[in-house]
């Protein structure tokens, strides 16, 4: 494909069983773009009829059906190959793209060759900011303050708070350690240098571990908030919370064991172990208690 032809922009949007929330997105993605892009949809085995419904809404995208469900990284990695955009937009198909929020991302990597991602003002339906739109890599110590209940009581603290970044203006733009792979725009030169998704993570940590390594390649990664999406999370039904919580905490020790684990003595390791698996009993306690049922 000539240069000239190329995408400046390829939208990566893996997804499983979430046909009307695809096409919303995909809608969204497209109505928003004032710049060259492409669409690639990674389907994760879906039974929804997701990918015949996007190859006849969207016929410009590019549909990959996977034989089984390959998990987030292993299918992004997929799409990957078949991105020719100068740029890579993690998208999920619960996120709507506010107009302009593609051109705006855009423009900040067009402008600041230093960056290797950028992520937007992503919104939750009541109107707050995404806790993982921008994020601070999770040492043990914002682990502690996270399980203690710390960030929560000093949200705005630079030391408890540090996690979600509670202390920088959230309307002004900043570096952050990390985005959300629910929405960040990705410098595809940067992902050839550092690798993209590390396989040993399922459904979580693959966004931080990929932002650490950007970080590690002397790249910076910035929040945009002129740039605006709403992420809609949908509940799950009580089989599918429990994997997600399962996954969420697995890819929590996974990085740490990965990128902190040499610095911190066995002693360390092991209370930041019983850290998070104490916090995933915890978890599924609160969870039963709850009375969660499975939809009928």
């Not at 396989?199 to 908030?225: A, N, S, V």
């Not at 003595?265 to 850290?275: I, K, T």
């Amino acid at each position: 494909m000539p240069e000239s032809a190329k995408p400046l922009v390829s939208a990566l949007v893996v997804s499983r069983n979430a046909k009307e929330e695809l096409l919303q997105c995909l809608k969204a993605f497209f109505a928003s773009a004032d710049v060259p892009v492409e669409a690639i949809v990674v389907d994760n085995d879906s039974s929804d009829g997701s990918p015949a419904a996007v190859t006849d809404e969207f016929p410009q995208a590019t549909v990959l059906v996977q034989s089984k469900d390959l998990g987030y990284g292993r299918a992004a990695n997929v799409g990957l190959e078949r991105c020719q955009g100068r740029f890579v937009l993690l998208l999920s198909p619960h996120v709507a793209l506010d107009p302009q929020c593609v051109g705006r991302l855009a423009d900040l990597l067009l402008t600041r060759p230093d960056a290797g991602a950028v992520g937007p003002r992503l919104l939750l339906p009541d109107g707050k900011v995404d806790p993982d739109a921008r994020r601070a890599f999770p040492l043990p110590s914002t682990l502690f303050y996270q399980t203690v209940g710390l960030s929560k009581i000093f949200p705005k603290s630079p030391r408890f708070g540090r996690a979600n970044m509670g202390h920088v203006d959230e309307s002004e733009v900043h570096e952050m350690d990390a985005g959300t792979a629910a929405c960040l725009l990705l410098r595809r030169s940067a992902l050839d240098r550092v690798g993209f998704f590390d396989p040993r993570y399922f459904m979580f940590g693959e966004d931080l571990d990929l932002c650490y390594r950007l970080k590690l390649g002397g790249w910076k990664i910035f929040y945009l908030p002129s740039a605006s999406a709403v992420h809609r999370i949908k509940p799950e039904p009580l089989n599918r919370q429990r994997q997600i919580s399962y996954e969420r905490h697995r890819a929590m020790w996974t990085y740490h064991f990965k990128h902190h684990s040499e610095d911190v003595s066995a002693f360390g390791n092991g209370l930041v172990w019983v850290q998070i698996w104490g916090r995933y009993v915890a978890d599924r306690v609160r969870s039963t208690f709850r009375g969660n049922r499975e939809p009928t």
